[in-house]
């Protein structure tokens, strides 16, 4: 079909006119390859042949070039001419009279009737018969004579001079094929795919075709086969369409297709000529040949299936040498490490020395910018044709680091080299303390052992402080698995903050900070300053990683965990968004506990589990008891003991019980035996804690609260003194007196003694939890206040802070109460909301109530709502008794309540955190 070539058709028919009278025409039909000029010569012929015009056509191919008069032949073979006259006119051994005798054959012909010479392809064309037409041309003028020619433009390489002759005649016209417009495009999808289809796609096929009517025409083959969306079903007849193309313009344009399929995104002129040894203003005419044919955008192939077909259409020796040479290319024009390192692999050999070092200059900068598969490639390339042992070990170090940020379970399989090769020798002080750190991971003890031992004899790097980098180390193994830390270590002392100190310095003060916390506590805040700024001047990478992780630890057993919280929120985010799994598992696992620290069970089972699902259990090692340790904890909490039984069942690492991730692990069995009422279990895995924590030196309750867990157990078995005992320890261990384990202690402590002084204990123990942000021992807190009130005949109290301990209940998850510390025959009923209580939210109205209040007005609101008398008030915030009553008149009148009792369940958690 004809599509957008009415204006050419009309010139011919006018340009044959002009002939039939008398007055001889050429014309030069050029356009691109596929673009439609054949289909426009017929078109012609057909609308013209109904005359007494005589029509002789010919189309040139690539063999005739080699055949003297192939063309002439085809010409002479349309007159009506016998073969014994045709053989006569043509004799090969004397061209010139052939010429001469063929030339005023035609001339005669034209004398009949108006003669048309049509030949196609004419490029192609043997010189003896380009002589012939150039020679009727001469003769020509003024005779009927019409001669069309047809070629690809840009490639009359084989005939510059005759191109000369024919542009100086007066009657030389040149018709020039412009590829099709969205317009045409369209017009050719109608009459296939109908007027609606063609209409919404048109620009879509335009855009990967240029407009090449065969590129078109696969397209529409294709799509006729497919059921996918058009985008999608460039297939076998577009492949084959494109090497047409490229087969018809030629060799040159060939080679150069062929360079920007292997060079890809880092083509370019200079690069192509340089690759492919040309000149770069031959090569720059013939990528303006390739757009012009419809495959390439620039320097860039249009549609994908296009580089697609050219590259797969080179043997694997022509595909090897192409990469290979790229990649030199690049490497001497300062190319990105990166575009050589494709290249080498593409090459699938590597000869030349510098190759190594560039695949592993390549995979370093692909994990700067998080590109972990495409390191891995470099690297596993690299170790398939490196044969120094040196350059394998830090080959493989590489590879374990590249891997392990998307599973450390796949990237363990390279520990027993290394070690091996650490043995050797071929692996540096750094590099040992980082297997030491990946060996424990995988319970690898006795490897890392003898590591650790030569680590301690090595020369440290010369920009590295003496000593440092076995420190740093000797500090994480004293916190994280104190148990293979070598006799007569001891912590190094806090650092002060140093913001601008350099990555290690940083990781050396992380793990320093966190081991001093947990054996020193954090009395003046110091470590957790020194937390706060290391999290402020490390930016996340794979060496900081630990270093960030020790310093929001250290907030967490600083218990600063609203800050601990923003900070895990944010790096989480930041992970997320670069896709390093690695690190999202750890900073779910952190945050799950810190949102079991804060009693959010929803948030920190999702953490847990988000944590787990994303490098599963063989991935964490002996840190397994983070995640698992978590989801064993709430489901026990939330009285989901099917599931607490399940995770229970999945199996664990003997070495996880060496270490500190064990004590998480630990201590939510024992839990989940306390809840199960098997006190005895329990109470074997609470003194367990306790021991390893006082072996190791790190018996702080911030880590682990045993001695409360464990005074628990004794009061269910009737133990009062030992309970006691227990949470008087714990409370002179907890720090600060607003601490979430002291007013947890405060909490088991009551339990111990009688109910008027246990009224008392477990204000304070509310109080303190309150400001702690630990909702769900504070719920159990609430319930045991209730309680106390009942049984004290406060039954206002009593079900005023049931009705908000309920309300707690609910949004921590929790199913029933399962923490009744006291024995059986001390527990009165337990207080239950009525029906018509809602557990919910602070609502707006209750939110604009409290935000009526002044600063004072909400400390009041807040101690009256847990049942405090006007006196009692009046003591803790050391005002009046009248001027408490006062507070509280303008309080009722602004909230719209008439006492105490009705002031809104919500308003006390609202007053307390705006204060």
């Not at 757009?291 to 390439?296: H, I």
């Not at 592993?360 to 700067?368: K, T």
């Not at 390191?375 to 070990?393: D, G, I, N, W």
Request: hydrophobic fraction near 40%.
């Amino acid at each position: 079909m004809l599509v957008e070539r009415e204006r050419e058709l009309e010139i011919l028919d006018g340009l044959f006119a002009e002939s039939a009278a008398g007055r001889g025409r050429i014309v030069l039909v050029s356009g691109a390859v596929a673009n439609g000029k054949t289909e426009l010569l017929r078109t012609f012929v057909d609308r013209n042949a109904a005359g007494d015009a005589l029509f002789l056509s010919a189309i040139a191919t690539a063999a005739d070039r080699e055949t003297p008069f192939g063309v002439l032949r085809q010409l002479l073979d349309c007159m009506p001419l016998s073969a014994e006259r045709v053989e006569e006119l043509i004799s090969p051994e004397c061209e010139l009279e052939t010429v001469r005798q063929a030339t005023a054959a035609l001339l005669a012909a034209s004398r009949a009737a108006p003669l048309v010479v049509i030949v196609d392809d004419v490029h192609h064309a043997d010189e003896p018969s380009m002589d012939c037409l150039l020679r009727m041309t001469h003769r020509g003028r003024s005779t009927r004579t019409m001669l069309v020619l047809a070629e690809s433009a840009y490639d009359w390489s084989m005939h510059p001079s005759y191109r000369i002759e024919l542009v100086r005649q007066t009657q030389f016209r040149r018709i020039r094929l412009a590829p099709l417009t969205v317009s045409g495009v369209s017009e050719m999808l109608t009459q296939y795919l109908g007027r609606e289809a063609a209409h919404s796609l048109a620009f879509e096929v335009h855009e990967a075709t240029g407009g090449n009517q065969l590129l078109v025409r696969a397209l529409i083959e294709d799509h006729g086969d497919a059921e996918s969306p058009f985008e999608q079903v460039a297939g076998e007849s577009f492949r084959q369409a494109v090497l047409t193309c490229l087969q018809r313009s030629g060799p040159d344009a060939l080679a150069v297709a062929r360079a920007l399929a292997v060079l890809d995104t880092t083509a370019s002129a200079d690069r192509v000529a340089s690759l492919i040894g040309r000149d770069p203003d031959v090569v720059t005419r013939l990528l303006h040949t390739l757009n012009t044919l419809g495959l390439l955008d620039g320097d860039c192939f249009r549609h994908p299936l296009g580089r697609a077909a050219v590259y797969e259409d080179l043997s694997g020796s022509e595909l090897a040498r192409l990469h290979t040479d790229a990649a030199q290319l690049l490497r001497q024009g300062a190319g990105d490490a990166i575009e050589v390192a494709e290249h080498l692999v593409a090459a699938r050999s590597v000869r030349a020395d510098w190759a190594i070092g560039d695949l592993r200059r390549a995979a370093e900068e692909a994990l700067a910018v998080d590109d972990d598969a495409a390191a891995v490639k470099y690297v596993e390339f690299a170790l398939s044709v490196c044969t120094a042992a040196p350059q394998r070990a830090q080959l493989r170090m590489l590879l374990i680091r590249a891997e392990w940020r998307k599973d450390p379970g796949t990237a363990a399989r390279h520990l027993t080299a290394l070690f091996q090769e650490q043995r050797d020798g071929h692996l540096d002080a750094e590099q040992t303390a980082e297997l030491v750190r990946r060996g424990m991971w995988h319970r690898r003890t006795e490897e890392t052992t003898e590591a650790l031992d030569q680590l301690g004899r090595m020369r440290p790097a010369v920009n590295e402080p003496l000593g440092s980098l076995l420190s740093s180390t000797r500090d994480w193994l004293s916190h994280t698995y104190p148990q293979f830390l070598p006799a007569g270590t001891d912590g190094a002392p806090v650092p002060q903050a140093d913001s601008a100190a350099a990555p290690p310095a940083q990781q050396d003060q992380a793990a320093a900070v966190l081991n001093a916390i947990l054996r020193q506590g954090d009395g003046d805040g110091r470590c957790t300053r020194v937390a706060e700024q290391i999290l402020q001047g490390t930016p996340l990478t794979d060496s900081s990683l630990e270093a960030i992780t020790s310093a929001i630890q250290t907030l967490v057993y600083g218990e600063r965990l609203p800050m601990a919280a923003r900070w895990c929120d944010m790096l989480l985010a930041e992970a997320e968004a670069r896709g390093v799994t690695w690190w999202q598992a750890v900073f779910s696992g952190c945050r799950a506990e810190i949102a079991i620290r804060n009693g959010e069970l929803v948030d920190a089972e999702r953490h847990a589990a988000r944590a787990l699902d994303l490098i599963g259990p063989h991935g964490w090692g002996v840190a397994i008891g983070v995640p698992l340790g978590a989801l064993l904890y709430t489901a026990t909490a939330m009285g989901d003991f099917e599931n607490a039984r399940k995770y229970l069942k999945e199996p664990v690492p003997s070495a996880m019980f060496q270490t500190r991730y064990g004590l998480y692990y630990q201590r939510a069995r024992g839990r989940y035996y306390l809840a199960t009422d098997r006190l005895q279990a329990a109470l074997a895995d609470f003194r367990y804690c306790g021991e390893l924590m006082t072996a190791w030196g790190l018996d702080t309750p911030a880590l682990v609260p045993w001695r409360s867990d464990s005074a628990e157990v004794h009061l269910r078995l009737g133990d009062h003194e030992r309970a006691q005992q227990l949470a008087q320890e714990q409370m002179s261990l907890s720090g600060s007196p607003k601490s979430r384990t002291h007013g947890a202690s405060l909490r088991v402590l009551a339990a111990t003694i009688g109910h008027r002084a246990r009224l008392r204990l477990l204000k304070e123990s509310v109080e303190v939890l309150q400001v702690s942000g630990d909702r769900l021992t504070l719920t159990q807190a609430l319930y045991d206040l209730s309680r106390v009130h009942q049984v004290l005949g406060e039954f206002g109290k009593a079900r005023m802070i049931s009705r908000r301990a309920g309300r707690l209940a609910k949004e921590c998850r929790v199913q029933r109460m399962q923490e009744q510390i006291t024995p059986s025959h001390e527990q009165p009923l337990m207080l239950v909301p009525d029906k018509g209580d809602t557990w919910k939210q602070p609502d707006a109205t209750t939110r604009q109530a409290a935000d009526m209040l002044t600063l004072s007005e909400r400390k009041v609101a807040a101690l009256a709502s847990l049942g405090y008398t006007n006196r009692e008030i009046s003591g803790k915030l050391h005002i009046t008794v009248s001027t408490v009553e006062q507070h509280l008149t303008k309080i009722f009148r602004k909230l719209k309540v008439k006492r105490r009792t009705d002031l809104p369940v919500e308003l006390e958690f609202h007053a307390a955190s705006s204060a």
